[in-house]
């Protein structure tokens, strides 16, 4: 072989070989982006999911710490009789961030109902007795969402115990439920905890609500919201830049 054909055959080799390095670069560099934003985005749910259990249990420490109380019992029995709801019940909301509160007898008769919200707005709870039959026959401490009309209302309850019955297995003496609206205040309270964007999304189809942005780092998901029956009433699309 010539002198020159062997010099032209070595600058071929060394093209070929430098293309295969800058793709296999390439695919590293791409490689490296996916494996990052996909750290980012576990990292962001995770900070989401812990935010979201840290508020709502605030409203389950409502309805668990106000239930084994004998008032209380003493309430869901007879009723309002000595003031005992309007001093202790209804400025309890704004210290659990509560809307809405309701108490109940054993036979799910509601005795005693309080909302901080405009024109009595949830007085009545959005569901029938048989439904809270069914709740409270399944879980003695229930933790679920609503949606009536335009809101979603997440609800926390808790059965109605002495003051003694501190492992909480005594019969229950009636039933409490604390609710909180998840509106726009509330939507931008989390919003500015994972410093980005938290909107309802009714529609669990839409999967494009928010765009996602690797190169940007820009981390989207959505959460769905359960009902009493573990069937999805709503849900809420996060995105974090």
């Known amino acids: 072989m010539k002198i020159r054909n062997k010099f032209t055959l070595?600058?071929?080799?060394?093209?070929?070989?430098?293309?295969?390095?800058?793709?296999?670069?390439?695919?590293?560099?791409?490689?490296?982006?996916?494996?990052?934003?996909?750290?980012?985005?576990?990292?962001?749910?995770?900070?989401?999911?812990q935010l979201h259990k840290l508020k709502s249990s605030t409203l389950l420490s409502y309805a668990y710490d106000y239930t084994y109380w004998d008032d209380m019992v003493a309430l869901a029995q007879k009723g309002e009789t000595s003031n005992f709801a309007k001093?202790?019940?209804?400025?309890?909301?704004d210290t659990y961030k509560a809307n809405a509160t309701?108490?109940?007898?054993?036979?799910?008769?509601?005795?005693?109902?309080?909302?901080?919200?405009?024109?009595?707005?949830?007085?009545?709870?959005?569901?029938p007795s048989e439904d809270l039959r069914q709740i409270f026959g399944n879980n003695l401490f229930p933790h679920f969402y609503v949606k009536v009309g335009s809101d979603v209302i997440?609800?926390?309850?808790?059965?109605?115990?002495?003051s003694s019955d501190i492992e909480r297995k005594t019969t229950p003496q009636g039933y409490f439920l604390a609710?909180?609206?998840?509106?726009?205040?509330?939507?931008?309270?989390?919003?500015?905890?994972i410093n980005g964007e938290v909107e309802r999304d009714d529609d669990d189809s839409n999967q494009s609500f928010f765009e996602t942005d690797k190169q940007q780092g820009t981390v989207v998901f959505r959460r769905d919201l359960a009902g009493f029956d573990g069937k999805t009433v709503t849900g809420v699309h996060a995105e974090i830049k």
Do not use: H
């Open 179 to 193: 609710g909180r609206v998840w509106d726009k205040t509330y939507l931008q309270e989390f919003s500015d905890l």
């Open 10 to 49: 070595f600058a071929v080799i060394i093209s070929i070989l430098a293309t295969i390095g800058s793709l296999s670069l390439g695919f590293t560099n791409l490689k490296s982006v996916d494996d990052l934003f996909k750290s980012r985005q576990e990292e962001k749910e995770s900070l989401f999911d």
């Open 87 to 93: 001093e202790n019940i209804d400025p309890s909301l």
């Open 154 to 162: 997440e609800v926390a309850g808790a059965p109605i115990q002495p």
């Open 102 to 127: 309701w108490v109940y007898k054993p036979d799910f008769t509601l005795v005693y109902s309080v909302s901080n919200l405009p024109e009595d707005k949830l007085t009545s709870f959005p569901l």
